[in-house]
């Protein structure tokens, strides 16, 4: 079982769509999660970090984790084409452990 | 604020030769990550520095793969002899200590011939 799972997709919405991504993941020991996205030939971008459970909410973008189940999720509200990218998830510990998704592609159709 | 910078974005070259990509992390930053993208693989960590020492080089695929850190502002990764199956996209990422997460790079693009 890989440490996080994640739906690599293709996920393709018409814009002004709430998207869902998600992730699983394997190991309590967890403490912080995040979400990258990534641009075509770009580097990955950190776009929400979180150490508890519960939402966090940047714009139009919510991040959310539950510990119980470990499942965290990255909710995008009134997608835009610009949000067509690949997005990450990625949790790590302070004891050096870090995983990331595989990805999944998003495309916001005008 | 000028984020990680990797050098050179693009590299191709033929089977057989050396390869040096650079990184320059985030000032102030402490640790330093070196990453291979595929398509098939995803991200794959290959080495991680903190304070310019390395931590964990398990996964660095072969001997032929090297890295250092001389100082805290530059480091390399080296492949020697290159081989085509090397051939992908290698991220540096940089953070300030081990309760933030990393910053990327923009890249560089290896294609070996």
């Known amino acids: 079982q890989k440490e996080v799972e994640q739906d690599p997709g293709p996920l393709s919405v018409p814009e002004g769509a709430i998207v869902s991504l998600n992730c699983t993941y394997s190991?309590?020991?967890?403490?912080?999660f995040m979400w990258y996205r990534q641009y075509s030939r770009k580097g990955p971008e950190l776009l929400m970090y979180?150490?508890?459970?519960g939402n966090k909410e940047d714009g139009r973008f919510t991040a959310q984790v539950d510990k119980s189940s470990k499942y965290i999720s990255l909710f995008i509200r009134d997608s835009q084409p610009s949000d067509s990218a690949t997005y990450l998830c990625?949790?790590?510990?302070?004891?050096?452990?870090?995983?990331f998704g595989t990805g999944t592609s998003l495309t916001v159709i005008p | 604020d000028a984020g990680v910078i990797q050098s050179p974005r693009h590299e191709v070259t033929e089977m057989g030769q050396e390869v040096t990509l650079r990184c320059k992390p985030i000032?102030?930053?402490?640790?330093l990550f070196w990453y291979r993208q595929t398509m098939m693989r995803g991200l794959e960590l290959l080495i991680y520095?903190?304070?310019?020492?390395?931590?964990?080089d398990s996964g660095m695929p072969e001997d032929r793969f090297s890295a250092k850190m001389p100082n805290a502002s530059f480091s390399t990764l080296k492949i020697q002899p290159s081989e085509p199956r090397d051939s992908a996209v290698y991220f540096c990422?940089?953070?300030?200590?081990?309760?933030?997460?990393?910053?990327f790079g923009d890249g560089t693009r290896l294609s070996i011939l």
């Open positions: 990625a949790n790590f510990n302070t004891g050096n452990q870090f995983y």
């Open positions: 000032s102030g930053h402490n640790s």
């Open positions: 520095f903190n304070n310019n020492v390395p931590i964990d």
């Open positions: 190991n309590s020991a967890f403490q912080y």
């Open positions: 979180t150490y508890s459970s």
């Open positions: 990422a940089s953070r300030v200590d081990s309760n933030q997460p990393q910053h």
